[in-house]
Every structure is written in C-alpha cells, then in structure tokens.
C-alpha cells in the first residue's frame, strides 16, 4: 500500500524563479497540507485542502499557493523565490485533516541560490 | 512565548535505557496529540496519536498526555542505536486543525 509520495525529492531554483511542488495523498485520504521546515525548527503549517477546498492558510506570503485535484493530489507553488525560501517542504496525508491521524512524504528539499 | 516547547536536546543516554521526552503547550483547546520521529533529511514518521488525556503504549513506546498540566510525555523503553533521530512532538484543536509543533528533540543513543 503506498504511503504519501511526493516529486521531486531535490530541487535547486534560482532567486526569482518559481517552483512547483507535488504530493499525492495515501489512497482514502481526502486531505492534504503543506509544511515548510527550516533546518532545526519544527515544521510550520502553510496550507490545509479538504474536498478541493482550501480549510486553512499559514502565516506564509501570496507568493505561496496550492491547489488540491478532484484525485486529492495537490501541488504547492511558490513565486519569485528568495533564498529564504530554502526549507524542506512536506505534505502531510489524512482522511479528514479534523484531528486525525498525519502521515508525511519524504519531503521536497529546495535550495534557492 | 511559543505555543509548544521542546527541549532540543541533544539528549544523550547509554543503549537499553529508557528515555523521557516531553513537551509543554500553552492552547488548552489542543486535543490531539502526536510524537513524530525523523531521521535527518527525511519526513517525519508518525510514532503515537492520542486523543485528549491518558496513555498509549505501542511496543517499546509509550505516550502520556496530561491536559491539566498541559505536558506530554514519550517514554522508549529498552533504547537501541536505530533509535538515535530526532522527535518531535505536534498537536491540534480547537477551531483549525494545523498541527502546532515543538522544536524536536535530538536523541543519541550510544552503543
């Protein structure tokens, strides 16, 4: 049974490019969230989608987006990347993102130069 | 003040101890409660989920939430080198359900 994949594992952008990240969910899952993590901090919550629909937004800049597709896939994107930008970027997979149980992805490791 | 604190550690013990690893949180309307482990570089590995307060055993892992006090706890019991990662305690509640997480704790294990 696959777990939570996403694409690509490693990624280098250079400042003011911009970058798409993916992630399918576990099959049955209908929620998807993204979180970025900088090297020796705890993740921090950038968006929750449930059902197509965005549930929540983090403290994160418009240059963030995401969308989720009718197969509960989703993609992150970012624009005009800053170096700051450089972070592991994860997507958590649960059944209704309401308290249940999260399983992560290997995440996407950016680099913006 | 930040909502969760986490001791970052790093936390040192000898194999076969038993380690403690705790949080504290600030947001009384938490309720769900997780212990991630995450080796470097990797996604984090959900470990133990409870919901409000008490225990949780699963194998050599036991999870303890306190609400009156607001602490968590992840006791390991009979610790191996393969142990040796960093954990990271995540909550949620209330009226969005964005994990909130600690720091991570660094834990090496010594043969």
């Known amino acids: 049974d696959a777990g939570v994949t996403q694409s690509p594992t490693h990624l280098i952008k250079t400042r003011g490019q911009h970058v798409t990240l993916r992630c399918s969910p576990i099959s049955g899952h209908k929620s998807v969230s993204w979180y970025q993590q900088v090297l020796g901090q705890g993740p921090q919550f950038i968006f929750q989608y449930y059902e197509k629909e965005e549930r929540g937004r983090g403290n994160f800049p418009d240059r963030f987006s995401a969308r989720q597709f009718p197969n509960y896939s989703s993609e992150l994107n970012v624009n005009a990347l800053l170096l700051g930008d450089s972070a592991l970027y994860l997507c958590a997979s649960s059944g ?16 913006v130069v | 003040q930040k909502e969760v604190e986490q001791d970052p550690g790093p936390l040192s013990v000898p194999e076969g101890a038993i380690v403690s690893l705790n949080c504290t949180y600030s947001n009384s309307a938490f309720q769900y409660f997780m212990w991630y482990r995450q080796y470097s570089r990797k996604g984090p590995e959900l470990l133990m989920y409870t919901y409000s307060s008490g225990n ?6 036991t999870a303890q939430v306190d609400k009156s006090s607001k602490y968590i706890s992840l006791f390991i019991r009979d610790s191996q080198p393969s142990d040796s990662a960093t954990y990271l305690c995540a909550m949620s509640g209330g009226s969005n359900y964005q994990l909130i997480w600690g720091a991570g704790t660094k834990l090496i294990i010594k043969p």
Not at chain 1, 96 to 111: H, K, N, S, W, Y
């Open chain 1, 96 to 111: 209704t993102g309401t308290g249940d149980e999260a399983f992560f992805g290997q995440g996407t490791r950016l680099t």
């Open chain 2, 56 to 61: 949780k055993e699963d194998g050599r892992f």
